[in-house]
């Protein structure tokens, strides 16, 4: 008996197999083309510029508060702290942009959930739907992942490694 309920849960186990990234690029691929890998790109770099435009300004100015000296390097920990909160405030700005993206690239949707045609679509329903804070769902979690990322991030700089790994790239010889 026990051997029996072994094998059927296996089976149930196997019969829920998770699809892998390779097979989901596959399907995209086959049922939607080249276009379909590309579902949402718009909604991402809507994203990232704006992040990026608010990150690197910020932690510059953060960053440069803890220099001694004007031409010399903030401490190790002024850069990790300026990185991380440079990193939640551009994860926080942008997360209405975030959710959007993530609506637009959902590839199962629930029996209530609504479909977009895009990006202004998709803002204009989660308002219409949602309200205004659903804008901002997520970005408590979202600003606690990307704050040691960033913070993280710096540091790697500011110790050389970055430098270091970069010193490894062919360069162009005039």
């Known amino acids: 008996m026990a051997s029996q309920g072994g094998a059927s849960s296996g089976a ?25 890998l590309y579902k949402g790109l718009g ?3 809507l994203r990232d510029v704006p992040f990026s435009i608010i990150y ?6 953060l960053n440069k508060l803890g220099q001694k000296t004007p031409d010399g390097k903030s401490p190790f920990f002024v850069s990790f702290l300026a990185g991380c909160a440079a990193g939640s405030t551009a994860a926080v700005a942008v997360n209405p ?30 308002w219409r739907s949602e309200g205004p804070t659903a804008f901002l769902k997520g970005a408590y979690c979202r600003a606690l992942v990307i704050a040691p990322l960033f913070g993280i991030a710096q540091v790697i700089y ?5 430098e270091f790994i970069l010193g490894f790239l062919p360069s162009k010889r005039d």
């Not at 998770?18 to 989901?24: Q, V």
């Not at 199962?108 to 329903?125: F, L, M």
């Open 12 to 36: 149930a186990e196997a019969s829920f197999a998770r699809p892998t990234a390779i097979a989901i690029s596959r399907e995209l691929l086959r049922s939607k083309g080249i276009a379909g």
């Open 97 to 126: 942009c975030d959710v959007i993206k993530t609506r637009l690239q959902s590839l199962q949707r629930g029996v209530n959930e609504d479909t977009y045609s895009g990006i202004i679509d998709c803002a204009r329903k989660i």
């Open 158 to 162: 500011f110790i050389g490694i970055g």
């Open 56 to 61: 690197f300004p910020l932690f510059a100015n």
């Open 43 to 45: 909604a991402t770099l």
